[in-house]
């Protein structure tokens, strides 16, 4: 295995190694308790867009990286009808007992969300949330996400999306920037980009399907 050292370790450079190895430190999150990002609150850009002054109608949503169901529950309680999906099935299992437990309809599945075409997700979608999955998905599969997207938007569809900045992790391929958002999702326009509120580099993106 060729390796790069970083403060994170050992990194594979051979693209399906690297996809083994971001998916069992990502396991391991789950198999070690609630993971640091598992806040049980939605965030208030996502709550401003489906229930503030100008809120959008209430359609079809995909939450991509779902983990434990915080924002599909807050988006089927308002309304929306939500497919989730995340590569982690510990994961999906909590995000389905949250469900089960605010007695909502929500349709949890296991897989990775750049290879849709390889799961049970069609759409039309009027709405993708995305709360820090895509920013640490490895660079070669993210063409893949935006074409999975792409092909299951309605038109007009926002994809709002929360992202690290490059070089918050020292792993080589987390983070996102406007700039690469808008070169990858051909058919999109970038309407916002407002800075988080952390104490390192952080965006809320929202995208805007033409038509
Ligand atoms: C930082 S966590 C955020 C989870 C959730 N969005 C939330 O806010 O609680 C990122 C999530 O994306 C999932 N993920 C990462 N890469 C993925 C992929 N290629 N396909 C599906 N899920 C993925 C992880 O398992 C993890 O649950």
Redesign the pocket.
Known sequence: MTTRETHHGDIPQDESEL?EF??DK??Q??RDGK?P???DVA?PELTALVAGDAALLPGRAL?????????SVYLARNGWEVTG????DR?IDQARRKADAADLSIRFQP?????LDSLDVSGPFDLF?????YC??PTH?RDA?AEGLTHRAAAGARLLM?GYGPGVFDDGYTGVTAAELTSRFGGWELVDVTPGTNPFPTNWFTLRRDG
Do not use: K, M, Q
């Open positions: 996809e971001v998916r990502l396991e999150y789950y993971p990002w598992d806040t965030p939450d991509l990286g779902c983990g434990t169901g915080t924002n999906v995340d590569l982690i994961a897989g990775d969300v750049t290879r949330f995305d709360l820090s999955c640490g998905i599969r996400y929360f």
